[in-house]
T-cell receptor, first 114, second 115 residues
């Protein structure tokens, strides 16, 4: 079945440091890939997405590239801010029998300190 | 435009009881999916409803059941509650299940505690 593996946290960085959160996936089909963010006490928000190989999703300074050859979708940001502190989930969406199902990783908690 | 709404926000039940959680999708959306998020874990797919029918189901027992109404809102029912059912239950809505690009919009969740 489909699965997503992402690096364990927490990841603690100083403000303006570079961020990379690794994510790899296993899927039987050709999935779409997503990064979701969950701020404390809130629901999930879509951060960025990519639907085919070599696509780059980007939003709010974050970016990730769909790498089919390495089955990866690593999240990167060049300079993190305190407001980026949250839990980040890598996810994939595959169409099983024509209906969409989203499979999530376990999440990586990011703490940014001033 | 109201996003996905869920009720109640918090719920406390005891083992063996039954619970019903409710979800109203984002305006214009016709598909509702339910997820269970245990503490410190990623959301796990429970099932998806479209046209008032369950279209896909994750690896959850029959104690978990649902319903979708003609106005696209949905309920999640859990019978014979176990301590392990304690979790944040998330509802997500999207516009029809077809297409690979469909973004799911998530509600804030219902926090269920089973004592």
């Amino acid at each position: 079945g489909d699965s997503v593996t992402q690096m364990e946290g927490p990841v603690t960085l100083s403000e303006e440091a570079c961020l990379t959160i690794n994510c790899t996936y296993t899927a039987t089909g050709y999935p779409s890939l997503f990064w979701y963010v969950q701020y404390p006490g809130e629901g999930l928000q879509l951060l960025l997405k990519a639907t085919k190989a070599d696509d780059k999703g980007s939003n709010k300074g974050f970016e990730a590239t769909y790498r089919k050859e390495t089955t990866s979708f690593h999240l990167e940001k060049g300079s993190v801010q305190v407001s980026d502190s949250a839990v980040y989930f890598c996810a994939l969406s595959d169409r099983g029998g024509g209906y969409q199902k989203v499979t999530f990783g376990t999440g990586t908690k990011l703490q940014v300190i001033p | 435009d109201a996003g996905v709404t869920q009720s109640p926000t918090h719920l406390i039940k005891t083992r063996g009881q039954q619970v019903t959680l409710r979800c109203s999708p984002k305006s214009g959306h016709d598909t509702v999916s339910w997820y269970q998020q245990a503490l410190g874990q990623g959301p796990q797919f429970i099932f998806q409803y479209y046209e008032e029918e369950e279209r896909q189901r994750g690896n959850f027992p029959d104690r978990f059941s649902g319903h979708q109404f003609p106005n696209y809102s949905s309920e999640l029912n859990v019978n014979a509650l176990l301590l392990g059912d304690s979790a944040l239950y998330l509802c997500a809505s999207s516009l029809n299940p077809g297409g690979r690009m469909n973004e799911q919009f998530f509600g804030p969740g219902t926090r269920l505690t089973v004592l």
